[in-house]
């Protein structure tokens, strides 16, 4: 029996044929579970060690090693503050512990109602729009404690789902694997990121 | 190959010297060979270099001046200039060890490593004698569990990742491993896969710090207090080496020494199975062994003295005069078994004897292949295995086939059941019981065979493609086939086997043949004449009168029975049958496979006499029953599967009034009025020597000089290699071993000496053994062994009985549908002998129309050996039906 659903199975069985060596696919399959269930079940980890023929003590292992990867559950949007040396100077270190008061919860916590894991990151590579805040691993560009606060608020009354999915995995894990993205889209979206860019740059000035 | 065994030499500079260095040798390796220690965490010389702990660092002068690197990762070079002893690499010790102590709790006077810790010893030698950390060091929970026997201190661990990697590497499967990062990282198992590897001990002998201990010796004892003989390990005929470890008359641990048979490593049976001897240091429970003589007296056994037993032994035998039977004897020592031949054979005459209990293989099969050593796994083209589960059977020999395999040896396998040896295997070939020799035939190129595999009613048991694979891996003519043979399963005639081994011999004439016997002793046992039809040296009855005529009152004439044929006899009284029976350490009514008969076998017996060292299900049912010393308390020598011979020391004395085993025979000679004419082990030893032509030239100067891995007999056959000094980061815990004056040489074949064996004995093994068709509706039966049984090793150790499963039946999904029942249910098998009830499991790598089952199992209603119940020795295979209860 799979712990994962039909089409996360055969997505996962896709994605180990991709590389010489079966055990390459473990982290790619580790984010593609936890877009199922938001963090790596030990189910999970057992499919994923007969999927990439190691032992799921292994799997867990490398789960264990990077913090993009749960192991315990996690809020239906795991909100992540870099604390890293450009947002700290533009008071990243304030942003999280207001997140905190107003979740009610400790860094690394999760809301009582199961909606939001506060998680402390490192540099996250958007410094520019510094405090970076990422939900699920989106870039959502709040960097005052009022915009975070219209945002909770907004993903708490169910917005923002088409760009946030809930227990959202890394874009990129399933661009990567070369999975049903195609060329054109990549180059569309290359093209539109270079252009937010050239705004951003535009807006600085 | 020829490349690689060629050595080349590299020069380079190491501390102002000029060495040399192996190709492919690392620096730490042979600055060692030349008399530099570099100081090493988590190096191991019998696992792949990591260079994770940094200890190692070295410097190695470049285009841009000196830099450290660590030894254990990099190799010499022509040219090289390295120093170990500068002030640059004294720095760099200093702060590795600085930082490796910030988060270790130093609570070395309660730590069980204390004493032998390569992390004491190297911050002793190497460190800055003082700490700068002042902060708050890690905590964790102590200890965890990671296995049934093994226990983690989390805060010692330095992550050196030795026992990771031993899980891995060696033992094969990666069931610890790392988790966590930075200061959080810890070993950990699996929450739901527990790390249940039949090595898992050897985790805790090679941590180099406390962080890991096992459950028999933690808190057991300081290892200054300890005494240390070295020995060998008889838990198997693998026949590790070990030192074994006691304090005051009590055995304490036992661990691996390294050398060629077993590279260091030991099975958890083998380290731990000690218990069964002394007991366990915190256990009240007593090892269930035999402390003084017992004779029955009104249907009850009763302690007497020596005397009492051996004139009520003796006055039996005399009554029967040549009608005795002798079963048992492979857990003897080669002068025991030496002794009781010469008792049984030489004066009273009997052939009767037999060291097998119809789990073995013929002894003309053992003597007349050509023999295999382990040494020729790493350097065999291929390896051919029709045996057991190798890792239940003979565990360390599987580690090194492990090794062959890791190297890129092709192993090709013929098994009933897939066990370990499949998960390595090049290509595996899935036979049902009773078609090995067919498909052995095939392999040959005989596809006559095929058509009637084919219209098995459950059709083809294996891919063809693997059949093609194995035939083009099998090098032609068999040139460096290594053959690893044994008895696949019990519920199948031992001959069907034989018969496939000498298919493979005659079809691969330069092929060489292990064969897998597992009793500790067996081959030593079957060498000295404990097997029908031979006289000790291999050599036959006829061939053997004239040699022993002068030393020994008589020889028997014919050939006597073996174990089935004896208690058959004495099951239907037939004519010949022996009246007494003498069991030698042997407990029939568990281990023979046919449960049956030996139950009715040893009613029958006039009198029992069993000469043993545990209570058993058969000393029960003795009339006499003799104790005798057992691992660890004995002198003398043993065999083991390549014929090698060594040494076994004692280490602690035998409880009550036990004697050692060529004792008992002596004063049953004296008794019966005889001599064996020898009084010392030494003496004994001398006689096989002068007597056996297998064992010509084994002195004991020879054996005193060679390392602690033995001489492989015939003496000359192969070389022998001194002691080699023992890596003490390695292996801690192992006090330093003497320098053996031999080094490495050849020793010359004694003159006259026959090679081993003889094709010529071959010939008693049948060319063909007729297979009854499949019944549709019967299952055929696979019985294999499991390391953790109900045997008196397991049974009387508490930290490993418990981990003995109950008997179940694994059978293909397909035959639980068809009965619609669901995996787990109880269900009855029903034999032509008897029937069973037991869980059946559904398990889909089991053969469709087979049903796999463990030996010396129990059930809910079946004490002992369930499995025996079902099988019947004049049967060829054991069919059994499956039926809802
Ligand atoms: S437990 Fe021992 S062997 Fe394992 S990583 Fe830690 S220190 Fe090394
Ligand atoms: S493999 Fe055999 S000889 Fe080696 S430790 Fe285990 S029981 Fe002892
Ligand atoms: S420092 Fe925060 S995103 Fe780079
Ligand atoms: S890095 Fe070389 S011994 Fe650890």
């Given at each position: 029996?799979?712990h994962?659903?039909?089409?996360?199975?055969?997505?996962?069985?896709?994605?180990?044929?991709?590389?010489?060596?079966?055990?390459?696919?473990?982290?790619?399959l580790?984010?593609?579970?936890?877009?199922?269930?938001?963090?790596?079940?030990?189910?999970?980890?057992?499919?994923i060690?007969?999927?990439?023929?190691?032992?799921?003590a292994e799997?867990?292992g490398?789960?264990?090693?990077?913090?993009?990867?749960?192991?315990?559950?996690?809020?239906?949007?795991?909100?992540?503050?870099c604390?890293n040396?450009?947002?700290?100077?533009?008071?990243?270190?304030?942003?999280?512990?207001h997140?905190?008061?107003?979740?009610?919860?400790?860094?690394?916590?999760?809301?009582?109602?199961?909606?939001?894991?506060?998680?402390?990151?490192?540099?996250?590579a958007?410094?520019?729009?510094?405090?970076?805040?990422?939900v699920?691993?989106r870039?959502?560009?709040?960097?005052?404690?009022?915009?975070?606060?219209?945002?909770?608020?907004?993903l708490?009354?169910?917005?923002?789902?088409?760009?946030?999915?809930?227990?959202?995995?890394?874009?990129?894990?399933?661009?990567?694997?070369?999975?049903?993205?195609?060329?054109?889209?990549?180059?569309?979206?290359?093209a539109?990121?270079?252009?937010?860019?050239?705004?951003?740059?535009?807006?600085?000035? | 190959?020829?490349?690689?065994?060629?050595?080349?030499?590299?020069?380079?500079?190491?501390?102002g010297?000029?060495?040399?260095?192996?190709?492919?040798?690392?620096?730490?390796?042979?600055?060692e060979?030349?008399?530099?220690?570099?100081?090493?965490?988590?190096?191991?010389?019998r696992?792949?270099?990591v260079?994770?702990?940094?200890?190692?660092?070295?410097?190695?002068?470049?285009?841009?001046?000196?830099t450290?690197?660590?030894?254990?990762?990099?190799?010499?070079?022509?040219?090289?200039?390295?120093?170990?002893?500068?002030?640059?690499?004294?720095?760099?010790q200093d702060?590795v060890l600085e930082?490796?102590?910030a988060?270790?709790?130093?609570?070395?006077?309660?730590?069980?490593?204390?004493?032998?810790?390569p992390?004491?010893?190297?911050?002793?030698?190497?460190?800055?004698?003082?700490?700068?950390?002042?902060e708050?060091?890690?905590?964790?929970?102590?200890?965890?569990p990671i296995s049934?026997?093994?226990?983690?201190?989390?805060?010692?661990?330095?992550?050196?990742?030795?026992?990771?990697?031993?899980?891995?590497?060696?033992a094969?499967?990666?069931q610890?491993?790392?988790?966590?990062?930075g200061?959080?990282?810890?070993?950990?198992?699996?929450?739901?896969?527990?790390f249940?590897s039949?090595?898992?001990g050897?985790?805790v002998?090679?941590?180099?710090?406390g962080?890991?201990?096992a459950?028999?010796?933690?808190?057991?004892?300081?290892?200054?207090?300890?005494?240390?003989?070295?020995?060998?390990?008889?838990?198997?005929?693998?026949?590790?080496?070990v030192a074994v470890?006691?304090?005051?008359?009590?055995?304490?641990?036992?661990?691996?020494?390294?050398?060629?048979?077993?590279?260091?490593?030991?099975?958890?049976?083998?380290?731990?199975?000690?218990?069964?001897?002394?007991?366990?240091h915190?256990a009240?429970s007593?090892?269930?062994?035999?402390?003084?003589?017992?004779?029955?007296?009104?249907?009850?056994?009763?302690?007497?003295?020596?005397?009492?037993?051996?004139?009520?032994?003796?006055?039996?035998?005399?009554?029967?005069?040549?009608?005795?039977?002798?079963?048992?004897?492979?857990q003897?020592?080669?002068e025991?078994?030496?002794?009781?031949?010469?008792?049984a054979?030489g004066?009273?005459?009997?052939?009767s004897?037999?060291?097998?209990?119809?789990?073995?293989?013929?002894?003309?099969?053992?003597?007349?292949?050509?023999?295999?050593?382990?040494?020729?796994?790493?350097?065999?083209?291929?390896?051919?295995?029709i045996?057991?589960?190798?890792?239940?059977?003979?565990p360390?020999?599987?580690?090194?086939?492990?090794?062959?395999?890791?190297?890129?040896t092709?192993?090709?396998?013929i098994?009933q059941?897939p066990?370990s040896?499949?998960?390595i295997?090049?290509?595996a070939?899935a036979?049902?019981?009773?078609?090995?020799?067919?498909?052995?035939?095939?392999?040959?190129?005989d596809d006559?065979?095929a058509?009637q595999?084919?219209?098995?009613?459950?059709g083809?048991?294996?891919?063809p493609?693997?059949?093609?694979?194995?035939?083009?891996?099998l090098?032609?003519?068999?040139?460096?086939l290594?053959?690893?043979?044994?008895?696949?399963?019990?519920?199948?005639?031992?001959?069907?086997?034989?018969?496939?081994?000498?298919?493979?011999?005659?079809?691969?004439?330069e092929?060489?043949?292990?064969?897998?016997?597992?009793?500790?002793?067996?081959?030593?046992?079957?060498?000295?004449?404990?097997?029908p039809?031979?006289?000790?040296?291999?050599?036959?009855?006829?061939?053997g009168?004239?040699?022993?005529?002068?030393?020994?009152?008589?020889?028997?004439?014919?050939?006597?029975?073996?174990?089935?044929?004896q208690l058959?006899?004495?099951?239907?009284?037939?004519a010949?049958?022996?009246s007494?029976?003498?069991?030698?350490?042997?407990?029939p009514?568990?281990?023979?496979p046919?449960?049956?008969l030996?139950?009715?076998?040893l009613?029958?017996?006039?009198t029992?006499?069993?000469?043993?060292?545990?209570?058993?299900?058969?000393?029960?049912?003795?009339?006499?029953?003799?104790?005798?010393t057992v691992?660890n308390?004995?002198?003398?020598?043993?065999?083991?599967?390549e014929?090698?011979?060594?040494?076994?020391?004692?280490?602690?004395?035998?409880?009550?009034?036990a004697?050692s085993?060529?004792?008992?025979?002596?004063?049953?000679?004296?008794a019966?009025?005889?001599?064996?004419?020898?009084?010392?082990?030494?003496?004994?030893?001398?006689e096989?020597?002068?007597?056996?032509?297998?064992?010509?030239?084994l002195?004991a100067?020879?054996?005193a000089?060679?390392?602690?891995?033995?001489?492989i007999?015939?003496?000359?056959?192969?070389?022998?290699?001194?002691a080699?000094?023992?890596?003490?980061?390695a292996?801690p815990g192992?006090k330093a071993v003497?320098?053996?004056?031999?080094?490495?040489?050849?020793?010359?074949?004694?003159?006259?000496?026959?090679?081993?064996g003889?094709?010529?004995?071959?010939?008693?093994i049948?060319?063909?053994?007729?297979?009854?068709?499949?019944?549709?509706?019967?299952l055929?039966?696979?019985?294999q062994?499991?390391?953790y049984?109900?045997?008196?090793?397991?049974?009387?150790?508490?930290?490993?009985?418990?981990?003995?499963?109950?008997?179940?039946?694994?059978?293909?999904?397909?035959?639980?549908?068809?009965?619609?029942?669901?995996?787990?249910?109880v269900?009855?098998?029903?034999?032509?002998?008897?029937?069973?009830?037991l869980?059946?499991?559904?398990?889909k790598?089991?053969?469709k129309?087979?049903?796999?089952?463990?030996?010396?199992?129990a059930t809910?209603?079946?004490?002992?050996?369930?499995?025996?119940?079902?099988?019947?020795?004049?049967?060829?295979?054991t069919?059994?039906?499956?039926?809802t209860r």
């Amino acid at each position: 029996m799979s712990h994962f659903s039909p089409a996360l199975r055969a997505k996962a069985e896709a994605t180990v044929a991709l590389y010489p060596k079966k055990r390459s696919a473990l982290i790619p399959l580790c984010h593609l579970a936890q877009g199922q269930d938001g963090y790596l079940t030990e189910a999970a980890m057992v499919e994923i060690g007969e999927l990439c023929e190691v032992t799921a003590a292994e799997v867990r292992g490398t789960a264990t090693f990077y913090d993009m990867l749960h192991t315990d559950p996690v809020g239906k949007y795991v909100v992540g503050i870099c604390t890293n040396i450009a947002c700290m100077l533009a008071g990243g270190d304030d942003l999280l512990e207001h997140a905190e008061q107003r979740l009610g919860c400790a860094v690394g916590g999760t809301t009582t109602d199961g909606l939001f894991t506060l998680e402390e990151t490192e540099c996250l590579a958007d410094c520019d729009i510094a405090p970076c805040v990422q939900v699920n691993h989106r870039f959502v560009r709040t960097t005052t404690p009022e915009a975070l606060d219209a945002l909770l608020d907004e993903l708490a009354a169910g917005g923002r789902v088409d760009e946030i999915p809930s227990h959202g995995t890394l874009i990129r894990v399933e661009r990567t694997v070369g999975l049903q993205v195609p060329k054109d889209v990549i180059a569309e979206e290359r093209a539109a990121a270079g252009a937010a860019q050239a705004a951003r740059m535009e807006g600085s000035k | 190959m020829a490349d690689d065994a060629t050595p080349v030499t590299i020069r380079f500079t190491l501390d102002g010297r000029e060495v040399e260095a192996n190709k492919g040798e690392m620096l730490i390796a042979a600055a060692e060979r030349s008399g530099t220690y570099i100081p090493r965490f988590c190096y191991h010389p019998r696992m792949e270099p990591v260079g994770v702990c940094r200890m190692c660092l070295v410097e190695v002068e470049g285009p841009r001046g000196t830099t450290l690197m660590p030894s254990c990762y990099i190799a010499p070079s022509d040219g090289m200039v390295v120093r170990t002893d500068s002030e640059k690499v004294k720095k760099a010790q200093d702060g590795v060890l600085e930082f490796l102590l910030a988060n270790h709790p130093l609570d070395c006077p309660v730590c069980d490593k204390g004493g032998e810790c390569p992390l004491q010893d190297q911050t002793l030698a190497y460190g800055p004698g003082e700490s700068r950390f002042i902060e708050e060091k890690r905590h964790f929970e102590k200890p965890v569990p990671i296995s049934d026997l093994v226990l983690l201190d989390r805060e010692r661990c330095i992550q050196c990742s030795r026992c990771t990697r031993f899980a891995a590497e060696v033992a094969g499967e990666a069931q610890i491993a790392f988790s966590g990062r930075g200061d959080l990282v810890e070993v950990a198992p699996f929450p739901t896969e527990p790390f249940t590897s039949h090595f898992s001990g050897n985790t805790v002998q090679i941590c180099p710090v406390g962080a890991l201990t096992a459950k028999p010796y933690r808190f057991a004892a300081r290892p200054w207090d300890l005494d240390q003989a070295e020995s060998t390990c008889t838990g198997c005929s693998v026949g590790c080496r070990v030192a074994v470890q006691s304090s005051q008359d009590r055995l304490t641990r036992v661990l691996g020494v390294d050398g060629e048979v077993s590279h260091g490593w030991l099975c958890d049976k083998g380290r731990f199975g000690f218990e069964a001897v002394t007991g366990a240091h915190d256990a009240d429970s007593e090892p269930g062994r035999v402390t003084t003589p017992m004779l029955k007296k009104n249907g009850e056994l009763v302690p007497v003295t020596w005397s009492e037993a051996l004139s009520a032994a003796a006055a039996a035998l005399s009554t029967a005069g040549s009608a005795v039977g002798v079963i048992g004897g492979a857990q003897f020592t080669n002068e025991g078994a030496y002794a009781w031949v010469k008792l049984a054979k030489g004066i009273i005459g009997t052939d009767s004897v037999d060291a097998q209990l119809d789990d073995g293989l013929p002894a003309s099969l053992v003597f007349g292949l050509p023999a295999a050593t382990i040494l020729d796994l790493d350097t065999a083209n291929a390896v051919l295995t029709i045996t057991g589960d190798l890792s239940e059977e003979l565990p360390v020999l599987f580690l090194r086939l492990r090794e062959a395999a890791h190297r890129g040896t092709p192993i090709v396998q013929i098994h009933q059941h897939p066990d370990s040896v499949t998960s390595i295997a090049h290509s595996a070939l899935a036979v049902r019981s009773g078609d090995t020799d067919a498909v052995v035939r095939m392999l040959c190129g005989d596809d006559v065979q095929a058509a009637q595999l084919r219209n098995h009613p459950e059709g083809l048991s294996f891919d063809p493609a693997a059949l093609e694979a194995a035939k083009a891996a099998l090098p032609h003519g068999g040139k460096g086939l290594v053959v690893i043979v044994g008895r696949e399963n019990l519920a199948e005639d031992g001959t069907l086997t034989a018969a496939a081994a000498k298919r493979i011999a005659g079809a691969f004439p330069e092929a060489t043949f292990l064969v897998g016997l597992r009793r500790a002793n067996v081959r030593g046992a079957l060498d000295l004449g404990l097997t029908p039809g031979f006289l000790p040296g291999r050599v036959t009855l006829a061939e053997g009168q004239s040699r022993y005529a002068g030393t020994w009152a008589t020889t028997p004439s014919a050939t006597g029975l073996s174990t089935v044929e004896q208690l058959r006899a004495l099951a239907t009284g037939a004519a010949g049958a022996p009246s007494v029976l003498v069991l030698l350490g042997s407990d029939p009514l568990t281990d023979l496979p046919d449960g049956a008969l030996a139950a009715a076998g040893l009613a029958k017996a006039t009198t029992t006499i069993v000469v043993s060292g545990h209570h058993t299900a058969t000393t029960a049912q003795a009339d006499i029953v003799l104790p005798v010393t057992v691992a660890n308390e004995r002198t003398g020598t043993t065999t083991n599967v390549e014929g090698r011979v060594s040494v076994l020391a004692p280490a602690v004395a035998a409880p009550g009034q036990a004697w050692s085993d060529w004792t008992i025979a002596t004063a049953l000679a004296d008794a019966l009025g005889a001599d064996l004419g020898l009084e010392t082990v030494d003496a004994f030893a001398a006689e096989i020597a002068a007597l056996a032509p297998s064992h010509r030239g084994l002195s004991a100067q020879l054996l005193a000089g060679a390392s602690g891995d033995g001489i492989i007999i015939p003496v000359g056959s192969s070389p022998i290699h001194g002691a080699q000094p023992l890596d003490p980061t390695a292996f801690p815990g192992v006090k330093a071993v003497p320098a053996r004056p031999l080094g490495t040489e050849q020793a010359s074949l004694p003159e006259g000496a026959p090679a081993s064996g003889g094709a010529a004995l071959l010939a008693a093994i049948p060319e063909a053994v007729s297979v009854p068709g499949p019944d549709g509706y019967a299952l055929r039966l696979t019985v294999q062994r499991r390391l953790y049984d109900g045997g008196a090793t397991v049974t009387n150790s508490p930290s490993l009985a418990p981990l003995v499963d109950g008997a179940t039946v694994k059978v293909h999904p397909s035959a639980l549908d068809r009965l619609g029942v669901a995996s787990g249910t109880v269900v009855r098998l029903r034999s032509a002998a008897a029937h069973l009830d037991l869980p059946a499991i559904s398990d889909k790598t089991v053969i469709k129309g087979t049903a796999v089952l463990s030996f010396n199992h129990a059930t809910a209603d079946h004490a002992g050996n369930a499995a025996a119940s079902l099988i019947d020795a004049s049967a060829v295979v054991t069919d059994v039906r499956m039926e809802t209860r």
